[in-house]
């Protein structure tokens, strides 16, 4: 499993870069982030969650079923919506109000 940092849309905020606990990510330099080994990404998705702009998408390894589809994440207010693409294009969104995250 890994990422993909989609540079267009990275503003460089670094939050990806503060929360990766394998230190996987850096800036280049136009302080964008990129990712160092990502064989080594182990999927946690922090850095998904983390980024505000959707510019992180993870994808989802044939190990699990994902056959090319990938996920990313919506922030809104409150609510943090995870949005799976399926290898079809079609979207499927799941969303969690991050006041009642333990609830879930
Ligand atoms: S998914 Fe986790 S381990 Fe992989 S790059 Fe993002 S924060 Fe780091
Ligand atoms: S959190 Fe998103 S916008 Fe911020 S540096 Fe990382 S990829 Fe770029």
Redo the contacts with the bound molecule.
């Keep these: 499993m890994s990422?993909r940092i989609n540079k267009d849309n990275c503003i460089g905020c670094g939050g990806?870069r503060q929360?990766?606990?394998?230190s996987?990510?850096y800036a280049d330099e136009q302080g964008k982030s990129e990712?160092r080994y990502p064989q080594d990404?182990?999927?946690?998705?922090?850095?998904?969650k983390e980024c505000p702009v959707a510019a992180i998408q993870?994808y989802l390894g044939a190990d699990i079923g994902g056959r090319g589809g990938y996920l990313y994440t919506r922030r809104e207010k409150n609510y943090l919506h995870w949005v799976m693409v399926g290898p079809d294009g079609t979207e499927t969104v799941i969303t969690i109000d991050k006041h009642k995250a333990n609830a879930y």
């Design positions: 990422i990806c929360v990766c606990p394998g996987l990510l990712i990404c182990w999927g946690c998705t922090s850095c998904v993870f």
